[in-house]
Nanobody, 115 residues
Framework: QVQLVESGGGLVQAGGSLRLSCAASGSIRSINTMSWYRQVPGKQRELVASIGSGGGTIYADSLKGRFTISRDNAKNMVYLAIDSLKPEDTAVYYC?????????WGQGTQVTVSS
C-alpha cells in the first residue's frame, strides 16, 4: 500500500500564495500518477492537477495559471503551488496516488482564504 501525508495548508488572505506538500511512502511504483483534488462541503471532489512520473501535467482548465503541480521522485514528494488565492479556493485539498492496481488518498489539508 501507499501512504500519503499532506501539509502546508492554512489560513491566508486573498491574493496570497501557498505551497502544499504531499509525502508518499510504502509500495511506490516507478510509474505512477500523483494528483491534487479539492473538496468543499456539499460539493463533489474535483481534480485540480495531475502529474505523471515523467513530469507531464494536467490541470483543470479554470485553474490553469494559478496552480502549479510538481514532484520530486527521489524524495517521493509532490507539491501544489497556488498563486493569487481567492476565497473560492477554500477547500480541503487531497493528494492522490495512482499506480498499478493501487489508488491511495491522503487525509487532506485545509486551505482557507479570507477576503
Amino acid at each position: 500500500q501507499v501512504q500519503l501525508v499532506e501539509s502546508g495548508g492554512g489560513l491566508v488572505q486573498a491574493g496570497g500564495s501557498l505551497r502544499l506538500s504531499c509525502a508518499a511512502s510504502g509500495s511506490i511504483r516507478s510509474i505512477n500518477t500523483m494528483s491534487w483534488y479539492r473538496q468543499v462541503p456539499g460539493k463533489q471532489r474535483e481534480l485540480v492537477a495531475s502529474i505523471g512520473s515523467g513530469g507531464g501535467t494536467i490541470y483543470a482548465d479554470s485553474l490553469k495559471g494559478r496552480f502549479t503541480i510538481s514532484r520530486d521522485n527521489a524524495k517521493n514528494m509532490v507539491y501544489l503551488a497556488i498563486d493569487s488565492l481567492k476565497p473560492e479556493d477554500t477547500a480541503v485539498y487531497y493528494c492522490k496516488y495512482s499506480g498499478y492496481s493501487i489508488t491511495s488518498w491522503g487525509q487532506g489539508t485545509q486551505v482557507t482564504v479570507s477576503s
